[in-house]
């Protein structure tokens, strides 16, 4: 089983900056799509980026021209640069990943890292 740890979360005042990144470890795999998802207090988990293998992005509209996403498929790590931070980006952020070995493809998702955004 392939596992995801994120890392880079923390506090910070608004306007600041934070880069959150998510590592995948196991063996006999490859990955598709990774994205970044986040769920605030009594909130649904939300998209915030995506990015496919080639490269392609989306953002939901809440962090365009905020947040990048990007990736190291070599190192199968993925990064989440957020700037500009406002107290409404306060929420636990979840790295996924799409993964697909010999015997299957499935959603992987890590354990999630805090950020708290204060204002």
């Known amino acids: 089983q392939v596992q995801l740890v994120e890392s880079g979360g923390g506090l910070v005042q608004a306007g600041g900056s934070l880069r959150l990144s998510c590592a995948a470890s196991g063996s006999d795999f490859s990955i598709n799509t990774m994205g970044w998802y986040r769920q605030a207090p009594g909130k649904q988990r939300e998209l915030v980026a995506t990015?496919?293998?080639?490269?392609?992005?989306n953002y939901a509209d809440s962090v365009k021209g905020r947040f990048t996403i990007s990736r190291d498929s070599a190192k199968n790590t993925c990064f989440l640069q957020m700037n500009s931070l406002k107290p409404e980006d306060t929420a636990v952020y979840y790295c996924?990943?799409?993964?697909?070995?010999?015997?299957?493809?499935?959603?992987?998702w890590g354990q999630g890292t805090q950020v708290t955004v204060s204002s």
């Open positions: 996924n990943a799409a993964i697909v070995t010999f015997s299957r493809a499935y959603d992987q």
């Open positions: 990015i496919t293998r080639g490269g392609v992005t």
